[in-house]
C-alpha cells in the first residue's frame, strides 16, 4: 500500500519522542543495527539512506534537554545517513515560553507536560500542579528559561521546518489537509491537524507519513501512516523503514516512568 520509493532508497521515520531520551537512544542503535545487517554502506554513492524524525521532540516525558542535545550531536554526524528533523507543535512551545508567551497559553502548555520540559532544563523544581502556579510564577519561570535555554537548542527549534517530500511521500508532524494543494498548507495543519486528515477517503497529491495522533500500533491507509504508537503512553517508540514498495516497523522500549494524561 505504500508508494514505491526509487530502488537503493531506504527511509526511517521516527514518531514522538516527547522527552523518552533512552527511547530514542534505543532506537538510534536498532536503526543502525538494522543498517548494518542489511549490508549498506551509507556513505558509498550507492545508496540513499535517510532518518527522518517527525517532531514533538519534548514534553510529557523527563529528559527533554536531553533529546535536544541528543538531536544536536546527530545533525553533526557525517556517517552518510542523512538526517531531516521536523517541527512538532510542542517543539515550537519552548523558545515561545522564553519569549513571553502570555499566561493562558502557557497553562495549556504545562497541562500537556511543558513543566517536565522546564524541570529538564532545571529552571522549574517544585511540585505543582499545573493550576495551581500564578501568573507571577509564570512570568518568574519564563525569565528563567530566557537565561536558561542554551543559544544552541533554540537555535536548533528554530530551524527545524514542517514538512520534508521525497518523491511520491510527504512527511509532516500532523498531516496535511486533503482538501488543499500541498503547495498551500499552512503551518497549523502540518502540525495539529486531525480531522478531516485522518479519516479522508479521498484522494491525495502525497502519501504522507505523519506522527501526533496516537495508535497503539501503526495506522495504516491508502492516504496516510501514522507512526506514533505513543511512547509516554503506551511505552514504546515506532518507527517504520520505507523501501521500494514495502514498510516495516521498528520499535523502542522506555524504562522511564509514563506521563498521564491530564
Known amino acids: 500500500m505504500f508508494p514505491p520509493l526509487s530502488p537503493k532508497k531506504r527511509i526511517y521515520a521516527i514518531g514522538d519522542i516527547h522527552g523518552y531520551i533512552d527511547a530514542?537512544?534505543?532506537?538510534?542503535?536498532?536503526?543502525?543495527?538494522?543498517?548494518?545487517q542489511s549490508d549498506i554502506d551509507p556513505k558509498s554513492d550507492e545508496w540513499d539512506v535517510k532518518i527522518i524524525y517527525l517532531g514533538d521532540y519534548?514534553?510529557?516525558?523527563?529528559?527533554?534537554?536531553?533529546v535536544i542535545e541528543n538531536l544536536i550531536a546527530e545533525r553533526k554526524k557525517s556517517d552518510g545517513i542523512k538526517r531531516i528533523f521536523l517541527s512538532g507543535n510542542h517543539d515550537t512551545y519552548l523558545p515561545r515560553f522564553?519569549?513571553?508567551?502570555?499566561?493562558?497559553?502557557?497553562?495549556?502548555?504545562?497541562?500537556y507536560g511543558g513543566l517536565n520540559t522546564l524541570k529538564s532544563y532545571g529552571v522549574?523544581?517544585?511540585?505543582?500542579?499545573?493550576?495551581?502556579?500564578?501568573?507571577?510564577?509564570?512570568?518568574?519561570?519564563?525569565?528563567?528559561?530566557?537565561?536558561g535555554l542554551p543559544k544552541a537548542h533554540k537555535?536548533?527549534?528554530?530551524?527545524?521546518?514542517?514538512?520534508?517530500r521525497e518523491e511520491k511521500f510527504i512527511f509532516a508532524h500532523a498531516g496535511i489537509d486533503p482538501?488543499?494543494?500541498?503547495?498551500?498548507?499552512?503551518?497549523?495543519?502540518?502540525?495539529?491537524?486531525?480531522?478531516?486528515?485522518?479519516?479522508?477517503?479521498?484522494?491525495?497529491?502525497?502519501?504522507c507519513v505523519h506522527g501526533h495522533t496516537i495508535f497503539e500500533d501503526p495506522d495504516?491507509?491508502?492516504?496516510?501512516?501514522g507512526i506514533d504508537v505513543g511512547v509516554y503512553r503506551h511505552g514504546r517508540l515506532g518507527c517504520v523503514v520505507l523501501e521500494g514498495d514495502k514498510g516495516r516497523y521498528l520499535y523502542a522500549q522506555t524504562a522511564l516512568?509514563?506521563?498521564?494524561?491530564p
Open 124 to 147: 522549574f523544581d517544585g511540585d505543582q500542579a499545573y493550576d495551581e502556579l500564578f501568573p507571577s510564577d509564570i512570568e518568574r519561570l519564563q525569565q528563567a528559561l530566557k537565561q
Open 257 to 261: 516512568q509514563l506521563f498521564e494524561d
Open 98 to 111: 522564553a519569549s513571553g508567551m502570555p499566561a493562558s497559553e502557557s497553562l495549556t502548555w504545562f497541562k
Open 24 to 36: 530514542l537512544e534505543a532506537m538510534q542503535q536498532a536503526i543502525l543495527d538494522d543498517i548494518e
Open 155 to 164: 537555535a536548533f527549534i528554530q530551524s527545524l521546518p514542517f514538512v520534508y
Open 179 to 207: 482538501r488543499k494543494p500541498l503547495e498551500d498548507q499552512t503551518e497549523d495543519d502540518l502540525m495539529y491537524i486531525r480531522e478531516p486528515f485522518l479519516s479522508w477517503e479521498g484522494t491525495v497529491d502525497a502519501f
Open 58 to 66: 519534548i514534553d510529557r516525558g523527563a529528559h527533554a534537554f536531553d
Open 220 to 225: 495504516l491507509k491508502t492516504h496516510r501512516l
